[in-house]
């Protein structure tokens, strides 16, 4: 059975220790994953995406859905310093993006764009302890050696 993205970051919330959090990362661990907090905690980029376009996600059970996480995270650079430099013709590939992906997950990538992803227990420090070389920066702003 496929595990979505936003499955494992929704479950987050109902592990109880912080150990247990780090350990479900690690061992759901995938490119994707790990691109979507790339992209969500690392001070070292700067989103272009200041607010997000009204978009009506693709309301199909998650299972069924045409588009995911999977398929479309390579994408997460195009709003990310300055890669498009129009904001009209990125506007036009966000909403793109959001209207192809099921609800679940459309709210993941559009956290990750505007680097505003807030879910229960996910946490830059919960990130810095899955994936220790995968943030740039210290939380502090100093830049790791």
């Known amino acids: 059975m496929k595990v979505f993205v936003s499955e494992i970051i929704d479950q987050l919330g109902t592990i109880d220790s912080f150990e247990k959090r780090v350990e479900h990362l690690k061992s759901n661990s995938s490119k994707c994953l790990r691109t979507i907090l790339k992209y969500a905690f690392d ?7 200041k607010e997000l376009p009204e978009y009506k996600p693709d ?70 302890k899955a994936f ?7 939380p502090n702003g100093k830049v790791s050696k």
């Open 43 to 49: 001070s070292s980029l700067s989103p272009d995406v």
């Open 59 to 128: 309301d199909v059970p998650i299972d069924f859905a045409y588009n995911d996480l999977n398929s479309v995270y390579s994408r997460l650079y195009l709003f990310f310093d300055k890669s498009v430099s129009k904001d009209s013709k990125r506007n036009h590939l966000l909403l793109g993006i959001l209207e192809s992906l099921p609800k679940e997950e459309a709210e993941v990538f559009a956290g990750a764009a505007t680097q505003s992803l807030k879910k229960k227990y996910l946490t830059e420090f919960l990130v810095r």
């Open 132 to 138: 220790p070389r995968l943030l740039s920066e210290e």
